[in-house]
């Protein structure tokens, strides 16, 4: 039931010592999904406490280097320290129109073999997300075929109804993607618990004389049971309330979103991660590079009124706060511009190897 996020990457453009290219890992019952893995990713995990033989998801914002020119190297280390580990979980790719090309075609000329399988998912973006002249049509290039290890994955377009690409959606878990207007088309991931069921009363079962046994575990899978004496037992007589699920919100690089459904599924998030590469004196260079400023993303999070934001993808002029020298530019300067709008909410600015647990919610 544990989760936490860690920032492994927190500098836009390129990898510097104080702050790695972009990359972030949601760590859930002992699985890592890496959102991002910009060069250098896989030093930055042997720098961790995580593993990255632990990936079994895979989410690439956009394709952009500094988002992505690390994945080649890191697969093919996972793949070496996994040939001691046969039982290496496959892994899922979600990303862009292109990336399964990339990675076919970065593996077929290395010659690298992974010992491990994997898929692409490849999401369909519209032409709105990036201004009309970066747009461009990639069609499916690797008309060879996939490599070995290469198990054909799904192409995924916009679901027109719900204005999302939905990812995942299993028993637990929901995992969707959603559109963000940059130089060149770029996505946010939601990542959902589903809720869960309340815990069984048991001084109430105690009292109607039920003992723990086969029926505890039917009340609890939602099934009516009714007892040697007669009585019937509904599983919301005994059960406490259900406890909401956990809702994490990670974007890509953007100077805004596209459509409203970014707002509804970041509606409330336990936290949010939103880029601000550049204080919010340089609004117009911003945006013209398609990036955002403090002020732009606290914006955000107050329209969707999430719980906590998190501030990443810095220029690498910001330092983290504890190395910033004489003639430095003071990073703090961005998380009050970004705190400013929210009303004194505390802002944390992301910095390399930081770690935020996530809680289990309460029931309401
Ligand atoms: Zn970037
Ligand atoms: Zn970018």
């Known amino acids: 039931m544990s989760m936490d996020i860690t920032f492994l990457g927190t500098g836009s453009a390129y990898p510097s010592p104080t702050r790695g290219a972009s990359a972030t890992v949601i760590r859930n019952e002992g699985e890592c999904w890496l959102f991002d893995c910009g060069e250098g990713t896989q030093t930055q995990f042997m720098k961790s406490h995580l593993k990255a033989g632990r990936i079994t998801k895979i989410f690439i914002t956009h394709l952009h280097g500094d988002h992505f020119f690390g994945l080649p190297g890191l697969l093919c280390t996972v793949s070496l320290q996994s040939s001691s580990c046969p039982s290496k979980q496959h ?55 996939g490599s070995s290890k290469e198990v054909q994955g799904r192409t995924i377009y916009l679901d027109p109804v719900e204005n999302c690409y939905t990812l995942v959606n299993d028993e637990q878990l929901v995992m969707k993607a959603f559109r963000l207007f940059h130089r060149i088309p770029s996505f946010g991931f939601l990542v959902e618990e589903k809720q869960r069921t309340g815990k069984l ?78 204080d919010d004196s340089q609004v117009d260079k911003a945006i013209e ?16 009124k999430v719980k906590n934001l998190v501030l990443t993808h810095f220029s690498q002029r910001y330092k983290p706060a504890a190395l910033v020298g004489e003639g430095d530019t003071d990073v703090t300067e961005l998380k009050r511009q970004a705190e400013a709008v929210l009303a004194g909410q505390e802002v944390t600015l ?15």
């Open 91 to 145: 892994v899922d790719i979600y990303g862009p129109v292109g990336l399964r090309d990339f990675i076919w075609r970065t593996m077929e000329l290395s010659h690298s073999e992974l010992l491990f399988s994997y898929v692409v998912h490849e999401l369909v973006p519209t032409p709105d997300q990036c201004p009309p002249e970066e747009f461009k049509e990639l069609t499916r290039l690797n008309g060879d075929g």
């Open 289 to 304: 590079h398609g990036h955002s400023t403090p002020r732009m993303a606290a914006e955000f999070a107050k329209l969707c």
């Open 201 to 278: 009363n048991v001084q109430k079962l105690k009292d109607l004389g039920v003992q723990p046994g086969p029926v505890y575990g039917k009340l609890k899978n939602g099934i009516t049971v009714v007892l040697e004496s007669g009585i019937t037992i509904s599983p919301s007589d005994v059960l406490e309330d259900p406890i909401p699920g956990r809702k994490i919100c990670i974007l890509g690089d953007c100077s805004g979103v596209v459509g409203d459904e970014a707002v509804k599924l970041c509606f409330e998030a336990d936290l949010l991660v939103h880029e601000a590469t550049l």
């Open 350 to 364: 992301a910095e390399d190897f930081m770690t935020i647990d996530i809680p289990m919610k309460k029931q309401k």
